[in-house]
RNA sequence: GGGCGAGUGGCUCAGCCGGUUAGAGCGCACGGUUCACAUCCGUGAGGUCACAGGUUCGAAUCCUGUCUCGCCCACCA
């Protein structure tokens, strides 16, 4: 397979390898583990992608994080899963497909629900499609062959059997509740789909005529209520006080005649009315109002519906029937106004709920639904977490969890609509009976009636995705998958569905197969635009990924999205960090195009004597990169993994190891031209492997072109790190500072870039390494003579003095040296080291240093003082002989 | 009303289970077209780590409080 280096273009283009390189992928089969019981499966299940429309960015980051860990653990040699597939999200593909019909002029009850249902289809179709593709084009390694939609029959079974299962266990039941209702959608909503959002309204003081008792003129003719909902009045089954509020004692248990109905209704006193807010009275509208409902159920008070599904008054509303809610709230206000009824208006902020889905103001209403009683799940959820079998990262997700698990309501989860899983109940007809059943049922089990008919609701589309992790495998069957790659092993995605989806999961993976789902919930954080605004179709700030990954490669998009975060907090996304990331898949694909120009590699593994400093350096430095990203992989660190792989390929790698093997390759010496090839090509190889995970085709198109290459990076073994060399750090590190150095003040002093400058250097015990590294000295300094000797004497003059670590330099640049200024640059020097010391002999003074810090740190500000006092000792010297 | 996160050079962010001289990318300044790369190379400037207390031999890092920004939760009629 291997190519050769003439077609390897000179800047990486991705867009002439991202495609067939991901066809080759696919050939390969490596996407799809093979199962060996033997070794411990990495399974990751996508968190389906709604099949709303097309993939966005954020999309793209959960795809960028899974397939590094699946790439990663795929190279470590475990089978690894990571499954894909797309959710049919019920209200939020049916709203869209809804919208996209409005603009034919029609509307789903135009279709029925049959055709809306199949328009619907075609909507997945189209986008279940495009999704893919967009899958395809990140380089995601997911296994194709396994690939499920939650409506997939085998899923929906399991649907049936998860409500049946629990319809049977009791914790499913049917009930007349206070529910959330969006009227435009004409459905239940759960708390989770409403967004509460803080506006500014009005509050409105109405009175309501006291019935008398008596004719004494002395007691007031009316209680006055506060509301900022007017419409409601119409459905008013009370009136409410606190007990405790002296203004009202004498009223309650009277009487007042609601405006507009005429209805009589009671003073109650309930401990839930504020009696600082507005009068202290309360109107009570058991079916439109949450708090309302309780104090009704408390006091048995009728509860009157006054709207239709639509939001429209309904009969109970009298005059206002047939209205609009807000059409009938002007005119309510109105003729309050001209009876003399309304007292005042105020304006008053409170937050208003609205539909997640279409923004409509959300109208609380009792309404008969199904619930998932859900207290008995969540205890075990909350234990699995707590306990440790399931791990949140970051951790303090986990309290936000727990925080709203112990305070969990039941979980309505039928809803009006059409797009999503029917729910598995059908009534008898003949007798009422109602039957939970997987299988269609043809007669009732009570009366033998064979007239049946289903639920027309269909479930919260979080009802399937909550068996995601196991349906996907075959649950309710006890299939192979299902043994093998279950419980999986993370659970990666954005913290803004922790309740929606996560808690769920676990929930109802403890509840169905006796196991959490899996292991770890890795929370990334939420992708912002360069602004940190929230992308949002709305905001119209979402850009396809497909644009930058067409402008910038997948790699650069990958790694742009996967560095400089922290796993939680959310990642502002700019153009130049992905030009940057772009930069350094080019600059690896060059760093590649040099190693290959040397030649080959050497078969075998040079001795160990053979290697120059240089050599034993950057093996050094590669083992230590790869025992660091390996431990940050584990430790799901990946930013700080990409960063590292960064700064080792570009600093340390091309900037001095490429550098210093040029040198080491034009000596007339064939053994070391040999051993530097070797290390070119193994340091470069590892670098590969190691930045496979974030930037699979930039690797794999370097990767063919390396001799002697058969198999694909993405099955290459993950490299284990190999011994430290801290002697061979230690001399590089003088001779990099060394060389640093002497640029410095060349450009300070602008010395041209061609000429070479003499050197003396006052080594001392360094003698012997920089004897050794001359000719990389030389070469990078672009000094010669380069005169080492342990002391210098007599020390040249006229001459710019250097002091590194501790080796003087001397550059005798005739006609530069200004002795006034080398005496300032001296003691600017001496002052600033002096600055050094005497903070590290504070330290060392202060009581309790020494006693209390580690032996270790003592030791080493010592030495540290040791070393400066040498310093300033050699400055001192050269300034008294500079005078 | 409760909770969480953030505040570090001009910008975007690392570092934060305490320990040399606080890092990176971008931007900026100066200098570079020879043999991987101008999507580049070399050199440099630039930070009272939001503020105030405290703990400690030692604090960007731990604790308390304050301010600013962002987010989440909550049945504010």
């Known amino acids: ?114 055709k809306f249902v199949a328009r619907v289809w075609e909507w997945k179709e189209k986008y279940g499609n495009l999704i893919n593709l967009q899958l395809q084009r990140l380089g995601a390694s997911v296994d194709w062959t396994r690939e499920r939609f939650t409506l997939d029959e085998q899923l929906s079974s399991a649907v049936r059997v998860a409500f049946v299962t629990l319809f049977e266990k009791g914790l499913i039941y049917q009930g007349n509740y206070i529910v959330n209702w969006c009227p435009r959608c004409t459905t239940v909503l759960s708390d989770l789909e409403v967004d509460h959002e803080e506006t500014t309204g009005k509050l409105w003081y109405v009175r309501y005529p006291l019935i008398p008792v008596d004719q004494s003129k002395t007691e007031p003719d009316y209680v006055i209520v506060a509301t900022t909902r007017p419409e409601t009045m119409l459905g008013d089954t009370a009136v409410a006080v606190n007990p405790g509020d002296e203004r009202y004692l004498g009223l309650i248990g009277r009487r007042v005649s609601l405006p507009f109905i005429g209805r009589v209704i009671p003073i109650i006193a309930d401990n839930a009315v504020d009696p600082d807010f507005g009068t202290g009275a309360v109107k009570v509208t058991p079916a439109h109002d949450p708090n309302d409902y309780e104090i009704g159920r408390r006091h048995n008070l009728p509860e009157i519906n006054v709207m239709n599904l639509n939001g429209t008054i309904n009969e109970e509303g009298g005059p206002f029937a047939g209205m609009d809610r807000y059409a009938a709230r002007r005119t309510m206000i109105d003729q309050l106004d001209q009876n003399g009824l309304l007292e005042r208006v105020e304006d008053h902020v409170h ?171 890795y929370l990334h954080g939420l992708l912002r635009d360069e602004k940190g605004e929230k992308m949002s179709k709305s905001k119209g700030n979402v850009r396809n990924p497909l644009d930058m990954i067409e402008k910038y490669g997948a790699d650069a998009l990958r790694y742009a999205l996967v560095t400089g975060s922290t796993p939680g907090n959310d990642v502002k ?178 010395v041209d870039v061609a000429r070479r400058i003499p050197a003396v250097v006052a080594a001392g015990n360094h003698q012997a390494t920089l004897d050794r590294e001359r000719t990389i000295i030389e070469s990078l300094a672009r000094v010669n003579p380069f005169d080492v000797s342990p002391e210098v004497s007599p020390r040249p003059q006229p001459a710019l003095h250097l002091l590194v670590g501790g080796v003087e330099v001397y550059l005798p640049l005739a006609g530069m040296v200004d002795l006034e200024a080398e005496r300032e640059r001296a003691s600017t020097e001496i002052t600033r080291l002096q600055a050094q010391i005497t903070g590290i002999e504070q330290r060392l003074s202060q009581p309790g240093f020494i006693a209390k810090a580690p032996p270790a740190i003592v030791d080493r500000e010592r030495e540290r003082r040791e070393s400066l006092l040498e310093q300033v000792t050699k400055l001192q010297e050269r300034l008294a002989a500079l005078a």
């Open 573 to 750: 996304l700019s153009e130049e960090k992905l030009e940057g990331a772009r930069n350094f898949a080019n600059k690896l694909w060059n760093a590649a195009r040099y190693v290959l120009t040397t030649g080959e590699s050497p078969s075998s593994a040079p001795n160990g004597a053979d290697l120059s400093t240089a050599d034993r350096w950057i093996l050094s430095r590669s083992s230590r990169t790869t025992a660091d990203v390996t431990r940050l992989f584990e430790e799901f660190e990946f930013s700080e993994a990409g960063r590292i792989l960064y700064e080792f390929v570009w600093n340390e790698f091309c900037d001095w190891y490429i550098e210093i093997a040029k040198i080491q390759l034009r000596l007339d010496d064939e053994a070391r031209q040999a051993t530097t090839r070797w290390v070119l090509f193994n340091v470069l190889e590892d670098a590969l492997k190691l930045l496979q995970p974030f930037m699979p085709y930039v690797t794999q198109a370097i990767w063919d072109f390396l001799p002697n290459r058969r198999d694909l990076l993405i099955v290459a073994s993950w490299p284990t790190p190999g011994p430290v060399d801290d002697a061979a750090e230690n001399e590089l590190a003088l001779v990099v500072e060394l060389i640093r150095a002497i640029r410095n003040v060349r450009a300070e002093f602008k």
């Open 351 to 521: 937050s208003v709920g609205h539909c997640s889905r279409c923004g409509t103001t959300v109208e609380p209403m009792i309404s008969k639904q199904w619930f998932v009683k859900i207290e008995p799940l969540a205890r075990p959820a909350i234990e699995a977490v707590r306990n440790g079998q399931i791990r949140f990262v970051p951790e303090r997700f986990a309290r936000i969890y727990f925080n709203w698990m112990e305070n969990i309501r039941d979980w309505p989860i039928s809803r009006q609509l059409w797009w999503g899983h029917r729910i598995p109940v059908w009534y008898c007809d003949a007798c009422n009976e109602i039957i939970a059943s997987v299988e269609t049922p043809t007669t009732c089990p009570k009366c033998q009636g064979s007239t049946l008919h289903q639920d027309p609701d269909v479930l919260d589309t979080w009802f399937s995705s909550g068996l995601w992790p196991f349906s996907t495998l075959g649950w309710p069957k006890d299939t192979e998958d299902l043994r093998y790659f279950y419980p999986t092993s993370v659970m990666e995605t954005g913290y803004d569905i922790i309740f929606f989806w996560v808690a769920r999961m676990i929930m109802f993976g403890l509840e169905f197969t006796g196991k959490p789902p899996f292991d770890v919930v």
């Open 1 to 114: 397979m291997a190519e050769t280096i003439s077609t390897m273009p000179k800047a990486f283009d991705h867009r002439l390898v991202e495609q067939k390189i991901y066809e080759r992928w696919l050939q390969s089969g490596a996407f799809t583990p093979t199962i060996d019981s033997n070794k411990k499966p990495f399974t990751i299940v996508i968190p389906p992608p709604n099949v709303t429309g097309e993939l966005h960015y954020g999309h793209a980051m959960f795809v960028a994080f899974q397939d590094l860990m699946a790439r990663w653990h795929r190279m470590t040699g475990q089978p690894t899963l990571w499954l894909p597939g797309t959710d049919h999200a019920g209200i939020a593909t049916q709203n869209v497909v809804e919208a996209a019909l409005a603009k034919e002029g029609l509307t789903r009850f135009d279709l029925g629900r049959e």
